[in-house]
């Protein structure tokens, strides 16, 4: 079964402290992105991946941090900087840079306790 | 940079009655045009796309038409039933370089 997995649905964060949302993908895709959905407004990108090793920062892009070990995952993480990570955070990918047809997760729901 | 503008932001229709959505976008370089449909607590999913060189795209109720020349385009769902009831969102993009997002449409289809 292919796609775009996030786990997990719900994650709470503690003041001060950073939590990791995983994001993997068995669609052989190239590139990958965050997005961070508020409500009733659109999608803002937090960072992105064209390829393995390389990522690149977004529009808002502060107090997050990624890394691209493997092809198939880009985990987010949410440090203590952000401080306002209450947001529904969205993985993507696509086939390549400039294929330009992005696929989604499910999503995860971060709240702070 | 790209700036798309998506309107209007709630929409309620009829069952069986049509329903448009419209977005404006500002580089005319953007040569890609998506929508995606969210249901409640769920990631995006694509439901149809259009690129520049074409003017209009169906797929069975749904089609997208381009305006080049007004830097618009719409989505038209046509006779409307209550699963179609969802958020929508236009996006635009240069080559995936820029991809931008509309506020998103709260589309509600009353039986």
């Known amino acids: 079964d292919g796609g775009i997995t996030q786990s997990p649905k719900y994650l709470f964060r503690k003041e001060g402290q950073n939590v990791t949302l995983s994001c993997e993908q068995n669609?052989?895709?190239?590139?990958m992105y965050w997005y961070r959905q508020d409500p009733g407004q659109g999608l803002r990108l937090i960072y992105y991946s064209q390829i393995v090793n390389d990522f690149q920062k977004g529009d808002i892009a502060e107090g997050y941090s990624v890394s691209r070990e493997k092809k198939e995952s880009f985990p987010l993480t949410v440090t203590s900087a952000q401080k306002n990570p209450t947001a529904f955070y969205l993985c993507a990918s696509s086939q390549g840079w400039g294929r330009e047809t992005q696929y989604f997760g499910p999503g995860t729901r971060l709240l702070v306790l | 940079g790209e700036n798309v503008e998506q309107h209007p932001s709630t929409l309620s229709v009829q069952e069986g009655d049509s329903a448009v959505i419209k977005c404006t976008y500002s580089d005319s370089a953007s040569n890609y045009f998506p929508w995606y449909k969210q249901e409640l607590g769920k990631g995006p999913q694509l439901i149809i796309d259009?690129?520049?060189?074409?003017g209009e795209k169906k797929d069975q109720r749904i089609a997208v038409t381009l305006n080049k020349t007004a830097k618009h385009f719409s989505l038209h769902i046509t006779e409307t039933q209550p699963e179609d009831s969802a958020v929508y969102f236009c996006?635009?993009?240069?080559?995936?370089?820029?991809?931008?997002f509309g506020a998103g449409t709260r589309l509600t289809v009353k039986p």
């Open positions: 259009i690129r520049s060189n074409v």
């Open positions: 996006a635009a993009s240069y080559n995936n370089n820029d991809m931008r």
């Open positions: 669609l052989n895709h190239d590139a």
